[in-house]
């Protein structure tokens, strides 16, 4: 059985990584096809393309768009895109553009929660001028010693609510999945189980992403426990969804799974490549 691994992240988002040595990492892995899937991010997929052939790996072009749902951030996924559409990368263009101002402001509020210079600290850990984001903050409040580790990160300053979380306005969920169709890729709705909603507001999320014309929900994700993979498979299958899978890598030793560790996706559903 082919390994599929449809969402991770290289330096040109948020990944620890280049484009190059995400790809050998995956082959080494024992990873058959692999999506690089950068946040509102197309510019790594030139190199990534280039490295799977070089490792004699299949490559599909991703990204992942924030997107506000109902005052929510959720993320969604492009698969099989073509990286030169131009509607698509204005979009994620859009979406980048308020990043350095929020990061700004996040700076501001981590200083009034008594951490001083967390935006020039955060700024260290930036690795594309074209993107930073709140993982580069956790980076640095591991480094600096206020936080344990990425989970203490968030669970302590980052997350909604926390007291260096700075509410934003992303794309919208028709604009992210129509840049995606655009673009003549699939949209996928990434790591459902970790959206901070009801059962209710999931399956509305989840029914309007269908509406719209969504193609898939990820199944098998670091963000899902086991025993979700099989109810999550059932809420694909009730919405005419296909299955996806991810390891949603970031860098060595910061994931849950590493390349090539993800379980297969369950069955009964229908996998998102099975039209490839
Ligand atoms: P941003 O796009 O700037 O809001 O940053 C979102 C990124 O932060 C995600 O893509 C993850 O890499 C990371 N992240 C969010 N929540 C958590 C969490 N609870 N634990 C670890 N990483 C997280
Ligand atoms: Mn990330
Ligand atoms: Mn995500
Ligand atoms: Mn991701």
Same mark, same amino acid.
């Given at each position: 059985?082919?390994? %599929?691994?449809?969402?991770?992240?290289?330096?040109?988002?948020?990944?620890?990584?280049?484009?190059?040595?995400?790809?050998?990492?995956?082959?080494?892995?024992?990873?058959?096809?692999?999506? =690089?899937?950068?946040?509102?991010?197309?510019?790594?997929?030139?190199?990534?393309?280039?490295?799977?052939?070089?490792?004699?790996?299949?490559?599909?072009?991703?990204?992942?768009?924030?997107?506000?749902?109902?005052?929510?951030?959720?993320?969604?996924?492009?698969?099989?895109?073509?990286?030169?559409?131009?509607?698509?990368?204005?979009?994620? &263009?859009?979406?980048?553009?308020?990043?350095?101002?929020?990061?700004?402001? $996040?700076?501001?509020?981590?200083?009034?929660?008594?951490?001083?210079?967390?935006?020039?600290?955060? =700024?260290?850990?930036?690795?594309?001028?074209?993107? $930073?984001?709140?993982?580069?903050?956790?980076?640095?409040?591991?480094?600096?010693?206020?936080?344990?580790?990425?989970?203490?990160?968030?669970?302590? %300053?980052?997350?909604?609510?926390?007291?260096? %979380?700075?509410?934003?306005?992303?794309?919208?969920?028709?604009?992210?999945?129509?840049?995606?169709?655009?673009?003549?890729?699939?949209?996928?709705?990434?790591?459902?189980?970790?959206?901070?909603?009801?059962?209710?507001?999931?399956?509305?999320?989840?029914?309007?992403?269908?509406? =719209?014309?969504?193609? &898939?929900?990820?199944?098998?994700?670091?963000?899902?426990?086991?025993?979700? %993979?099989?109810?999550? &498979?059932? $809420?694909?299958?009730?919405?005419?969804?296909?299955?996806?899978?991810?390891?949603?890598?970031?860098?060595?030793?910061?994931?849950?799974?590493?390349?090539?560790? =993800?379980?297969?996706?369950?069955?009964?559903?229908?996998?998102?490549?099975?039209?490839?």
């Amino acid at each position: 059985m082919r390994r %599929y691994d449809l969402h991770c992240h290289s330096t040109r988002s948020d990944g620890v990584l280049t484009p190059t040595e995400v790809i050998r990492r995956a082959a080494g892995g024992g990873v058959d096809v692999i999506a =690089l899937t950068d946040h509102d991010e197309v510019a790594g997929l030139d190199e990534a393309r280039a490295a799977a052939r070089e490792a004699g790996i299949e490559f599909i072009d991703g990204c992942e768009i924030s997107v506000t749902w109902q005052g929510d951030t959720v993320h969604v996924v492009g698969l099989g895109i073509d990286p030169a559409n131009a509607g698509l990368g204005e979009g994620l &263009a859009s979406v980048r553009a308020g990043r350095d101002a929020r990061a700004r402001k $996040i700076g501001e509020s981590l200083e009034r929660a008594g951490i001083p210079r967390a935006f020039e600290g955060a =700024l260290a850990y930036v690795t594309s001028e074209r993107l $930073i984001s709140r993982t580069h903050f956790a980076r640095f409040l591991i480094e600096a010693g206020h936080v344990r580790d990425m989970k203490d990160a968030f669970k302590r %300053y980052l997350a909604a609510g926390k007291p260096g %979380y700075v509410p934003h306005a992303w794309a919208s969920l028709a604009q992210a999945v129509d840049w995606i169709h655009g673009a003549g890729g699939q949209a996928v709705i990434a790591h459902p189980g970790r959206y901070r909603v009801t059962p209710a507001e999931l399956r509305a999320l989840i029914g309007e992403f269908r509406d =719209l014309g969504g193609d &898939a929900l990820e199944i098998v994700s670091p963000s899902h426990a086991p025993a979700e %993979y099989a109810s999550f &498979a059932a $809420i694909a299958r009730s919405h005419g969804l296909k299955g996806s899978c991810g390891t949603d890598f970031h860098g060595p030793g910061e994931s849950r799974f590493d390349f090539g560790e =993800l379980p297969p996706l369950p069955g009964g559903v229908d996998p998102v490549w099975s039209g490839w």
